[in-house]
C-alpha cells in the first residue's frame, strides 16, 4: 500500500512532537499508534492529525493530554499469575545465590507490576536485599506509581490473581485501606514496599542503560513498538542483564522475530522468561 | 473484475463458531490467501480456537503471535484479551488497549487496521453475532476498496451483527452460511492459481 494522507500526517505529527517535546514515538507500532491519535483527534475535537499537530506544537497542555493518550497503560498486579507463579519457583531461588539482587521494571506505568514484584521478593525472604527500578516515559504515571494510591475496589480484584501465583501470605498484608465511601475508598502501599522501589523517567526509545540488573521485567510493552524499536530494547536489556541474567515478557509478546533473540535462551515457556547467555 | 485478496478477515460472535467450522472444514488445504479471524470469547477464556476448528487435512491454524509475519494459506486467530491489528509491513501486532464495544479482541480494530494495510487486497466477512462490533469496520474495508462479505440475516443465529454490518456496507455480498466457502473460494481462486 502506498502512504496515504493519515500516514504523512501522522509522520509530521512524530517528528513535531520529537522536535518540540524530545518524546520519540516515531519507531512505535504504527496501527495501534493511528488508533490512539484518532481517538485523541475525536476528544480534543480536532477534524485532523494536522489540526491536533497545530496545538500540540501551540499549546503545551494539548501535548500532556496527548501523552496520556499515546502512553497510559492499565495494568494489573499479579497480572498473569503463571508468569509471577514462574518467578517465584524457578527464577528467584538462583537470583536468591546474589548477595543483592536488582530489577528493572521497564515500562512500569503507574506501578502495578514494580509493586507486585516487590511483594513477591518480600514473600521469598528477598526483598531486604533487593532493589527495583522502575521506569517509564510517562511523568504522571511515574507520580502516581510512586504515591502508592489505588483505588481500593481495584486492589481486592488483584486478590484471586496474587493468590494464583502461589503466594505465600495475603495481599491485604501489604497496604491498608483509607477514605471514606463518600470520597472514594482507597488503599495505601505499604511504605516497606515504597521504599525498595525507584521510580524514574526512561525512555526505552532514546536513553541507555543505568545499571546492572539480574532481571528485567518489560511486560506488553514490546507490543507497542515496531520491529526496529522491539530490537532496540532488547538489546537494551541484554546490555544491563548479567550474565545469565532473566527476561520476563508478556505473556504473547516473544523475541523470535527479533535480531536480538540471538542474546538470549529460552528459560520458561509459555511463561515467557528468557535467559540471558553468557557466563555468569 | 475486481483485484484478488491476499488477506480474508473475519469477524463474528454468537452463532459464528459452527458456520466458521463448516467453511473451513469446506475450503481444507490450498485456499490461498491468509485468514485472520476474530471471534468473541471470554477473556479469561482458553485459547481453543485453533483446536477447535482443526481438520485433519485442513489449513494451517494457529494463534496470532505479536511481529508475526502474516503468510498465505493459514488461518491465524486473535489471542483472547488482546486486540488483533494487522501492519502495512503485513505482519500482525498485538494491542491491550481497551475494550471496543466491550470486545478483546475487537473486529472494528482487526477490520480498519487490515483495510489500511491491505486496501483492496482484502476481503471482509461478518459473521452470525449479537452486537455490532465489525459494522465500522467492514465500512472502512470498503472504503479502503476492499470485498465485503455478510452472512444473510436468514441463515444467521443472532442478526443484529450482519444487520449492522449490511447498513454500515450496504454494498456487501450477502451470502447464505451454507454458500460461505464458495464464496470466500471464489475470492482466493481469483489469486494467482
Known amino acids: 500500500m502506498p502512504g496515504t494522507m493519515a500516514d504523512l500526517e501522522v509522520r509530521l505529527l512524530l517528528e513535531a512532537i520529537f522536535d518540540r517535546y524530545h518524546y520519540d514515538f516515531r519507531s512505535y507500532a504504527p496501527a495501534s499508534l493511528k488508533r490512539r491519535l484518532a481517538q485523541a483527534c475525536e476528544q480534543l475535537g480536532v477534524a485532523t492529525l494536522s489540526g491536533l499537530q497545530e496545538r500540540v506544537l501551540h499549546e503545551s497542555e494539548t501535548f500532556s493530554t496527548l501523552l496520556q493518550y499515546l502512553t497510559v497503560q492499565v495494568s494489573d498486579m499479579f497480572r498473569d499469575p503463571e508468569f509471577f507463579a514462574a518467578l517465584r519457583k524457578?527464577?528467584?531461588?538462583?537470583?536468591?545465590?546474589?548477595?543483592?539482587?536488582?530489577?528493572?521494571?521497564?515500562?512500569?506505568?503507574?506501578?502495578?507490576?514494580?509493586?507486585?514484584?516487590?511483594?513477591?521478593?518480600?514473600?521469598?525472604?528477598?526483598?531486604?536485599?533487593?532493589?527495583?527500578?522502575?521506569?517509564?516515559?510517562?511523568?504522571?504515571s511515574l507520580r502516581e506509581a510512586e504515591s502508592g494510591v489505588f483505588d481500593l475496589a481495584r486492589l481486592r480484584d488483584f486478590t484471586q490473581n496474587h493468590r494464583r501465583s502461589g503466594a505465600t501470605t495475603s495481599l491485604s498484608d501489604y497496604y491498608h485501606a483509607s477514605g471514606s465511601a463518600a470520597s472514594g475508598r482507597y488503599a495505601i502501599m505499604d511504605a516497606k514496599l515504597r521504599r525498595k522501589i525507584t521510580f524514574s523517567d526512561h525512555s526505552l526509545a532514546t536513553d541507555n542503560v543505568f545499571s546492572e540488573v539480574h532481571l528485567v521485567t518489560c511486560r506488553n510493552v514490546l507490543i507497542y513498538f515496531d520491529q526496529s524499536l522491539q530490537d532496540r530494547a532488547l538489546r537494551l536489556f541484554a546490555d544491563a542483564l548479567v550474565g545469565r541474567g532473566f527476561l520476563g515478557l508478556g505473556s504473547k509478546e516473544s523475541i523470535r522475530f527479533s535480531g536480538a533473540a540471538q542474546f538470549f535462551t529460552d528459560f520458561a515457556m509459555p511463561e515467557r522468561i528468557y535467559r540471558k547467555k553468557g557466563p555468569p | 473484475m475486481r483485484a484478488p485478496v491476499d488477506l480474508v478477515v473475519i469477524g463474528g460472535s454468537a452463532g459464528a463458531i459452527d458456520v466458521l467450522r463448516t467453511v473451513f472444514r469446506s475450503l481444507e488445504a490450498g485456499f490461498s490467501p491468509a485468514m485472520a479471524v476474530v471471534v468473541h470469547v471470554p477473556a479469561d477464556g482458553r485459547a481453543l480456537l485453533p483446536e477447535i476448528f482443526a481438520t485433519p487435512r485442513g489449513l494451517r491454524m494457529k494463534l496470532a503471535e505479536d511481529k508475526e509475519p502474516i503468510e498465505s494459506g493459514t488461518v491465524y486467530f486473535a489471542p483472547p484479551d488482546y486486540h488483533l491489528l494487522v501492519e502495512k509491513t503485513r505482519t500482525f501486532a498485538l494491542s491491550l488497549d481497551e475494550r471496543v464495544h466491550y470486545s478483546r479482541p475487537a473486529i472494528d480494530v482487526l477490520f480498519e487496521s487490515a483495510a489500511d494495510a491491505y486496501g483492496d487486497r482484502l476481503l471482509g466477512v461478518i459473521l452470525s453475532g449479537a452486537n455490532d462490533d465489525g459494522a465500522r469496520g467492514l465500512a472502512a474495508v470498503a472504503a479502503a476498496g476492499g470485498a465485503t462479505l455478510v452472512q444473510s440475516l436468514d441463515s444467521s443465529d443472532m442478526k443484529p451483527m450482519p444487520a449492522a454490518a449490511l447498513q454500515a456496507a450496504p454494498g456487501s455480498l450477502v451470502v447464505n452460511a451454507s454458500a460461505l466457502a464458495d464464496a470466500l473460494r471464489a475470492h482466493g481462486e481469483m489469486h494467482g492459481r
Open chain 1, 90 to 140: 524457578q527464577v528467584l531461588p538462583l537470583l536468591a545465590t546474589y548477595p543483592s539482587i536488582k530489577v528493572w521494571c521497564a515500562g512500569c506505568s503507574t506501578g502495578e507490576e514494580a509493586y507486585s514484584l516487590a511483594i513477591l521478593l518480600h514473600e521469598e525472604g528477598l526483598l531486604d536485599r533487593s532493589i527495583i527500578y522502575a521506569t517509564d516515559i510517562n511523568a504522571q
